[in-house]
């Protein structure tokens, strides 16, 4: 059974830097995208940065690119995301899941997920 644990999140100001990791530590799963995505309460989660398997697969949400960095470590099992120039609105848990990549980002709807790890950026 595939486990995602997630770390790195904390509370920091705004402009400041976080790096978030994800590592499976559960079974060997087959899937050929690892993604980063943040839910606030009472807003849709939202997909923030996604890596495929093969090369070149990444995606990033327009809110982020230039700032934030999705990379992955070898043998594919963990994943991290480096945020830089935190701004208040990155505020949200941080979740890590796997999926399928389907339409130019990672679909993990029907793959497995972590519990999050919350970012709190303060102005």
């Known amino acids: 059974q595939v486990q995602l644990v997630e770390s790195g999140g904390d509370s920091v100001q705004a402009g400041g830097s976080l790096k978030l990791s994800c590592t499976n530590i559960?079974?060997?799963?087959?899937?050929?995208?690892m993604g980063w995505f943040r839910q606030t309460p009472g807003k849709e989660r939202e997909g923030v940065a996604h890596i495929g398997t093969g090369e070149g697969r990444i995606w990033y949400a327009e809110s982020v690119k230039g700032r934030f960095t999705i990379s992955q470590a070898n043998p594919k099992s963990t994943v991290y995301l480096q945020m830089n120039n935190l701004k208040p609105e990155d505020t949200a848990m941080y979740y890590c899941?796997?999926?399928?990549?389907?339409?130019?980002?990672?679909?993990?709807?029907?793959?497995?997920w972590g519990q999050g790890t919350q970012v709190t950026v303060s102005s």
């Open positions: 559960g079974s060997w799963y087959s899937s050929n995208c």
């Open positions: 899941a796997v999926g399928g990549w389907y339409g130019g980002r990672c679909d993990a709807t029907f793959g497995a």
